[in-house]
């Protein structure tokens, strides 16, 4: 008998009962891709339950972080009874996620204070000329703004 099985990047760091504590065993241990059984999210540093399957195993896909009504804490987005059109926040646990399977994961930068003056100083200064510079084309807009950059 044959079972088609799909495997996806998540996979590779989704464990069952032997859990790897070394680079060595990280390369050697079988994924747990069987459906009903426990597995947990792994990277060496970090330690997430993962759903264990729809049909025989705690009801919600596999491709997710265990639901916290069983965890009793939640863990992030990829939470299977997250409702459609809720917001909740975004975990570490999520990033690491998205971080290893090869997304770009970086911190947003925050503005520093003297970047938000200017911006704040210049949108007084648009709110004093009314905004929209009173009738002229955008042309005569773009050439006025040149001047001012250069003077």
């Known amino acids: 008998m044959t079972i088609d099985s799909y495997v996806y990047p998540l996979d590779l760091f989704r464990f069952g ?3 790897p504590t070394t680079a060595a065993e990280f390369s050697t241990f079988p994924r747990s891709l069987l459906p009903g059984y426990e597995a947990w999210f792994s990277d060496l540093d970090n330690l997430w339950s993962m759903s264990t399957g729809y049909y025989t195993g705690d009801g919600h896909q596999a491709s997710h972080w265990k639901a916290d009504e069983l965890t009793l804490f939640y863990i992030g987005l990829m939470d299977p009874t997250l409702a459609s059109a809720t917001s909740e926040w975004i975990t570490y646990a999520d990033l690491r996620a998205l971080d290893v399977i090869g997304w770009d994961v970086r ?4 503005p520093e204070p003297g970047s938000m ?3 704040g100083t210049g949108l007084v200064g648009l709110g004093a000329r009314g905004g ?3 009738g002229r084309n955008h042309e005569q807009l773009r050439r006025q703004h040149i001047r001012e950059v250069r003077l």
């Open 107 to 110: 911190s947003a930068p925050v």
């Open 17 to 19: 009962p032997r859990l």
């Open 132 to 134: 929209s510079g009173g």
């Open 117 to 119: 003056l200017l911006l």
